[in-house]
């Protein structure tokens, strides 16, 4: 069955930097787009970045481009969001999510468990 592990998630302080991983399984990884997406506590889930299935292709949310970078490594099955320049506002639960579309069209049918990054000094 398909499934989405994410990890990276943690405390980091203000100006400073994360990379989430998302490891996949379940579904042959290379010909499907993946996502990020967000979840602040009282706020809808956002999505934050997604990338097609060769990684020729980005979208951004307008509120971390420039900041954050969405990469894959097609080989190990994983999609990487790096996070730079972090602010308190990014504190939230980040979602992988993929597998139904090689299209930029998230989100997705698939859905991991979510890990938390919290921004605070």
Known sequence: QVQLVESGGGLVQPGGSLRLSCAASGFTFSNYAMSWYRQAPGKERELVAAITNAGVRTKYADSVK???TI?????KNTV??????LKPEDTAVYYCN???SRYLD????YWGQGTQVTVSS
Do not use: I, K, Q, V
């Open 66 to 68: 420039g900041r954050f």
């Open 71 to 75: 990469s894959r490594d097609n080989a």
């Open 80 to 85: 990487y969001l790096r996070m730079n320049s």
């Open 98 to 100: 993929g597998g139904s």
């Open 106 to 109: 998230p989100p997705y049918d």
